[in-house]
């Protein structure tokens, strides 16, 4: 564990000093966050080729090929406010876009299942509805991790999805116990249920939280 979280610090460290004087934006934020995963993955493949970590590491930084074009490019974006602007709000929009629909999800299963309840059903066909909400706690999660703020950028939309997927988890593990617990009556079969899917989703949460990177901007805007 300590020589991985060594080697995510060297990592992060050459990017870094790669784009070392280019100004910060979330289109500078996103690429250091795609070029430190690359990286990571070639050292992983040279290392089961049986390289040490230190010439694994050398060899992944010189896949790279030359990377100036894209220094020129972040600096260039860096310094043109306009284009931020336009990614930012772009970036927005969708993030918006995501929150909106993931909250009326959830209020549809809830709605759903509130009426079927009234309407005198058996209650594992109540909760059946609130599936609605799981997708919809998972959409809010995604939108939410992947909006920029003006203390945060937004995070990698890959490891945004795999959060979404591990919260998703852990809201369809409550789905499943209720449901298999009110269908069978059993609160064992309710507890098996619920603690596969539950068990799953938090070590990935687990995972993504101690892997994480800092998302904090240097200068609040």
């Not at 269908?183 to 799953?200: D, K, P, R």
Request: net charge neutral.
């Amino acid at each position: 564990m300590r020589n991985q979280s060594d080697l995510d610090k060297k990592i992060h460290a050459y990017v870094n000093g790669l784009f070392s004087g280019v100004g910060e934006s979330q289109q500078l934020y996103d690429l250091k966050e795609e070029l430190a995963t690359n990286l990571k993955e070639k050292i992983a493949d040279y290392k089961k080729e049986g390289m040490d970590e230190s010439t694994a590491f050398k060899e992944a930084v010189s896949s790279m090929g030359d990377l100036s074009g894209l220094v020129d490019d972040m600096r260039e974006v860096g310094q043109n406010k306009a284009k931020q602007a336009v990614y930012s709000s772009m970036t927005e929009r969708i993030a918006v876009a995501g929150l909106i629909t993931g909250i009326l999800l959830i209020i549809f299963g809830v709605l759903t299942s509130a009426m079927l309840f009234f309407m005198g059903l058996q209650l594992e066909t109540v909760t059946g509805t609130a599936i609605f909400a799981v997708f919809g706690i998972a959409i809010i999660t995604y939108s939410m991790l992947t909006r920029e703020t003006s203390k945060k950028y937004g995070m990698n939309k890959v490891r945004a999805i795999f959060y979404a997927v591990a919260i998703g988890l852990i809201a369809f593990s409550l789905y499943v116990a209720f449901t298999s617990g009110f269908a069978t009556g059993e609160v064992y079969i309710a507890i098996s249920s619920f603690m596969i899917f539950f068990i799953i989703g938090l070590g990935l949460w687990l995972g993504l939280l101690f892997t994480g990177t800092d998302r904090r901007k240097m200068v609040s805007r």
